[in-house]
């Protein structure tokens, strides 16, 4: 969820109403938004740097730090957001964004070259015309960018957007793709001009801009924006010139957006051009620009396009499971900002505008949410879905949990460790290294630390782990765990499955073994399997243990678990170097078997 | 004698003269003093048995000195006995007497010798006939306790002298108390088996129990609590007609974990930051192929009312291996599945399973933590049923007061966070997330229009955590944890003082 700051004063000033922290924070929860933190300029320095001078010249001004939902770009900044509230509110209604050509000469077109299709494939633009800069309205406006690049934008890979001071360029622009070394210019706040590469060297030590270089740096061409005169605007997504850089003097702004996704192209443009367009002389009014692609199609932007949808009253209630009327559905759907109006009382029918400005709104359902929202969630009468169903459990799990309260009664205590561990644990650890333990795990591609290299396909690592931060306490420790491991398996579409297992150790001055095998005899009772040892025509249906060698285990004392004449699991005394492996001082006897032999 | 028959020793005494002084009995007894105090005080441990006031008395008692001088007779005695009737020369008296000079300088004083220096050398004489030592005799009685015989004047002399002193003595006078017996019971700590096939347990008295000690705690193995509470979440679920979701699916397709929920594919969630990729199985096959090209159209250009995402959906993506990162990747196999059917049944399900998530980790995030999940599929379900089966799931966990905020979730809307009032915080906290899942998803599945699926989800290790008051999540999951703590918590009843 994105979150953005707003100076509390100039918030309240805009909605025209003081508000105490408390009704501001009803007012965020019934909208769909979250007061985080309240705090003041001074307060984010000193925590992020201690007392400072920085600190003590900083403003103390309150600053609310709000979080907005993560499909609502129009309330990136403060005037989004004071906007949605006040028509929420009902204090005023939505503005109505048009398109103007320019008052005098040609519309400004951007012509797209072909070489831009390999790296950056597409283009928007506008014009904010006549345009009044205050330092407030100008810092919402780089702020708007930031958070634009940072959420749609997906840190611009997506996404970048430049502004430029119209007064100082001249169109035709040309949007284009160049080989790296081609490119030279004077960059944003550079006294020289250096060349792209120069300054992707440069910006690699820059902390705020070397997260982009990746974005093109192995590109063979870099996308590059200029004017008639060849006069560099930017250098996408990576940075704008110095010359065309606006200021709190300039009047007439140039957006450009280059995109790889020109659905986020088209709503970046139209959420930046509507949410600063009330600024400009002839306020929500923008001056479009006119794209050339490379195949001569000419499109005018930005889109700010109104759609209408048509919803019935009828409908929306059985959706939410309240009964109002359609004129009562229109009214709260222009609260929150579509514009909405009643075709038809008889059937309920009603015409939704959707402005250019919500775009999270895609189908019906956004729209019955917004009348659920108006209407207020908590207004909502209680009920219960009608149909009978009768409950019932997975196997697996209901054998588990019974299993389970067995384990304990038989004095073994539950642990509960983790899926994910490194490969030493089931491999080197386990002596096992490049054996069929490891072989079988499943591997992570981008694990943070080693203890997350694979999932698990043994559950007696977790349980030694277990131990070993638990020895100060009295022994023996008798642990046991009913979980699944996860092993690959070519069968299923994800070429891997999870694996029921029951896993016990007993930790002690002696190993214990007959601890360990007296409780797989009492899982096999309570499990009423017979025990075959002895009486070789129960093999069939019973089970027994037969010798066996294991690495993991100290020679001569390590047996299979046979049920129905299939080896389902292992047990026995633990080899001295697997205890010493875990960071563990005493013998241990352990068990292992797969449980999902026995449902 | 043995010291465990003093008591009824000293019983027998009580007995027979009805009330006696410690000392005398020490006397009579023929022990030491402090034997019978501690007779007496272990008899007062039984009720009623004698009683037993403290006395103070003063008494004249010999030093050692005056002992000695008992056996030896006294200095002054010893001297006169020296001189013989033809005198003895004085510097040959004083060096054979035993402590000379106090013996002649008292003799003197008493005038039963004396001295002529007439001669050469100084003689002494008796003065008179003197038959008996009267300071042995003195002390004889004092020895025997009669030192009220005596006559103060001496007593003090003997004071003075250091052969007798005066004490303060402490003693304990015991009568018959109303239950008293000559016999005496020793108590008796437990019952045992032969008391009870002799009847022996009807006579004997029984030591009294320490009702403020601890017991002794059971040997017993444990449950860990945080499966003890997925217990009692599983039962709820159970008990409002809930079907378990097959979960065992670790390892899912980018697919079923995200494209099928209508998460676009550039969406953060599906970021290598968040989410565990597998490298090895790196891809899954096999996805359904009529359903994928639905997917991939809902994505890509819209449909089924929708305008969709409007981006290049690319199947690769859609194949890529992750660690699941919601259990809502198995009620999306679930609810295709379920459109596969001839005929819409409404279903209840739920799912309680782990899910994993390459987060920063910190004291209340893990890699892996269990996530509740509850998914109702029904022809013309609504928010209000949310709202009401909301009510009552949490009813079920303690939680009364809910309230609800409008959120975001790629896959549900309207979709609704929920806080709970806590009365033991006495806050509002978030406790999980809700809505109808949308169109986008349930559509291409093949489900009717008319039926909305709702759904909430919340993690298992936030309510177990508030509720054991535990705040780093490492000690009640994975290896870290303190098994004191599993071995001392509570049954986890969730709707209890949550």
Not at chain 1, 153 to 171: C, F, N, P, Q
Not at chain 1, 237 to 255: A, F, R
Request: with cysteine; hydrophobic share 40%; glycine share 6%.
């Amino acid at each position: 969820m994105p979150t953005i700051s707003v100076n509390r004063e100039q918030l309240f000033k805009c909605l025209g109403k003081t508000y105490t922290e408390e009704e501001f924070d009803a007012l965020c929860f019934d909208y769909g938004l979250e007061l985080d933190e309240v705090t003041s300029e001074k307060e984010l320095i000193e925590k992020e740097q201690g007392h400072t001078k920085a600190a003590d010249g900083a403003s103390d001004a309150i600053i609310y730090k709000i979080e907005v939902p993560a499909n609502r770009y129009d309330l990136l900044c403060i005037e989004g957001l004071v906007q949605a509230l006040k028509v929420f509110l009902q204090k005023e209604s939505a503005p109505q964004y048009t398109l103007l050509p320019p008052g005098k000469g040609d519309v400004q077109e951007i012509v797209m070259t072909e070489t831009t299709k390999e790296i950056r494939p597409f283009c928007v633009g506008a014009v904010l015309r006549n345009i009044k800069f205050t330092q407030e309205n100008y810092n919402n406006f780089i702020d708007l960018q930031d958070k634009i690049h940072s959420s749609i934008g997906r840190k611009r890979t997506l996404v970048s957007i430049g502004t430029h001071d119209l007064d100082t360029i001249e169109g035709p622009f040309v949007y284009d793709a160049k080989p790296p070394a081609d490119i030279k210019f004077v960059a944003l706040n550079q006294e020289k001009a250096f060349t792209a590469p120069e300054l992707m060297e440069l910006y690699s030590k820059e902390s705020h801009l070397k997260g982009y270089l990746p974005i093109i740096r192995d590109s063979p061409v870099y996308p590059i924006i200029y004017d008639k005169n060849g006069v560099v605007l930017s250098m996408p997504p990576i940075i704008n010139g110095d010359h065309s850089k606006i200021k709190l003097t300039t009047t007439n702004v140039l957006i450009e957006i280059t995109a790889t996704d020109l659905t986020k192209a088209t709503v970046a443009l139209d959420t930046i051009v509507a949410m600063f367009s009330g600024y400009c002389q002839k306020p929500y009014e923008i001056e479009p620009v006119k794209i050339i692609h490379p195949d001569q199609k000419r499109v005018l932007t930005p889109e700010l396009s109104y759609r209408s949808e048509i919803v019935f009253a009828d409908h929306l209630n059985k959706k939410i499971g309240i009964k109002i009327s359609a004129d009562d559905v229109a009214k709260l759907l222009t609260k929150m900002c579509l514009k909405s109006e009643v075709i038809s009382q008889e059937t309920g029918e009603v015409k939704v505008t959707i402005p250019p400005t919500r775009s999270d709104v895609i189908h019906a359902c956004d729209i019955i949410e917004d009348v659920a929202i108006a209407y207020g969630y908590n207004n909502i009468v209680k009920t219960l879905p009608r149909s009978m169903t009768i409950g019932s459990q997975q196997k697996s799990m209901k054998l588990s949990e019974r299993v389970r309260i067995e384990l304990a009664a038989a004095g073994f205590t539950e642990a509960l460790t983790f899926s994910l561990c490194s490969r030493d644990d089931i491999g080197k650890k386990m002596r096992q290294e490049g054996g069929e333990m490891e072989r079988a795990a499943v591997h992570i591609a981008n694990p943070k630390t080693l203890e997350f290299q694979v999932v698990r396909t043994s559950l007696i690592p977790g349980l030694l782990k277990t131990i070993a931060s638990n020895r100060k306490m009295p022994l023996p420790l008798k642990l046991f765990e009913i979980q699944e491991v996860v092993l690959k398996d070519d069968k299923r579409d994800t070429k891997a499955r999870n694996e029921r297992r029951i896993a016990a150790v007993h930790y002690n001055k002696t190993p214990g073994f007959e601890v360990i095998h007296g409780l797989l005899d009492r899982l096999m009772q309570i499990l009423e399997v017979k025990c075959a040892t002895g009486n070789p025509s129960l093999r069939d249906v019973g089970y027994y243990i037969r010798a066996a060698d294991d690495k993991s285990y100290f020679p001569g004392r390590c047996a299979e678990i046979v049920f129905r004449e299939e080896v389902v699991g292992m047990l026995g005394v633990l080899h001295p170097d697997v205890i010493t492996a875990f960071d563990l001082v005493c013998p241990a006897a352990a068990m292992e078997i797969n449980f999902e032999k026995f449902y | 004698m043995a010291a465990e028959n003093l008591p009824e020793l000293v019983l027998k005494q009580v007995d027979k003269y009805e009330s006696v002084d410690s000392n005398v009995l020490a006397a009579v007894l023929e022990t030491d003093h402090q034997n019978i105090i501690g007779a007496i005080k272990s008899l007062q441990c039984h009720e009623g048995l004698v009683e037993v006031e403290q006395r103070c008395s003063k008494k004249w008692l010999l030093t050692d000195e005056g002992k000695q001088l008992l056996r030896e007779g006294s200095y002054e005695y010893n001297i006169y006995k020296l001189v013989p009737h033809e005198g003895i020369s004085q510097a040959r008296l004083m060096k054979i007497a035993i402590n000379a000079k106090i013996g002649f300088s008292k003799a003197m004083s008493n005038k039963w010798i004396r001295v002529d220096k007439s001669g050469n050398m100084p003689m002494v004489f008796r003065n008179m006939e003197i038959l008996e030592d009267e300071t042995v005799k003195d002390l004889d009685l004092i020895q025997c306790s009669k030192s009220d015989l005596v006559r103060d004047r001496v007593l003090n002399e003997l004071k003075k002298r250091k052969l007798a002193t005066e004490v303060v003595m402490k003693s304990l006078f015991v009568k018959k108390g109303e239950k008293f017996t000559k016999k005496l019971e020793k108590p008796v700590t437990d019952l045992t088996t032969q008391m009870i096939q002799d009847y022996s347990w009807q006579t004997k008295n029984f030591k009294d129990y320490n009702y403020n000690a601890m017991g002794v705690f059971p040997a017993a193995g444990h449950l860990h609590p945080l499966m003890k509470v997925r217990s009692a979440y599983r039962q709820i679920f159970l008990e409002m007609g809930f079907t378990e979701m097959p979960t065992n699916n670790f390892v899912e397709s980018a697919f079923w974990n995200f494209d099928a929920l209508f998460q676009p594919q550039q969406h953060p969630a599906r970021d290598a930051h968040d989410t565990f990729f597998t490298s090895n199985p790196s891809i899954s096959t096999n996805l359904p192929p009529t359903y994928l090209e639905r997917v991939k159209a809902v994505h890509s250009k819209g449909g089924f009312g929708s305008k969709g995402y409007r981006y290049d959906w690319k199947v690769e993506e859609a194949q890529k291996n992750v660690l699941r990162t919601h259990t809502t990747a198995v009620s999306a196999r679930m609810l295709y599945m379920l459109a596969q059917q001839p005929v819409f049944k409404p279903v209840k399900y739920f799912s309680i399973d782990r899910v994993f998530r390459n987060e920063t980790l910190d004291a209340t995030h893990l890699a892996e933590f269990h996530q509740v999940e509850g998914v109702v599929a029904d022809r013309s379900v609504t928010l209000g049923d949310l709202v009401g089966i909301l009510y009552e799931f949490f009813h079920k966990l303690g939680m009364e007061k809910l309230r609800f905020k409008p959120a975001y979730n790629p896959y549900t809307e309207p979709s609704m966070e929920i806080f709970g009032y806590h009365e033991g915080l006495k806050k509002w906290v978030e406790i999980g997330n809700s809505g109808v899942f949308r169109p986008e998803m349930l559509r291409p599945m093949g489900l009717p229009e008319d039926v909305n699926v709702i759904a909430w989800g919340l993690s298992l290790e936030r309510p177990t955590m508030i509720k054991l008051q535990i705040d780093n999540i490492r000690n009640l999951v994975g290896h870290k944890v303190d098994l004191e703590m599993v071995y001392e918590s509570p049954i986890c009843a969730m709707d209890i003082n949550m």
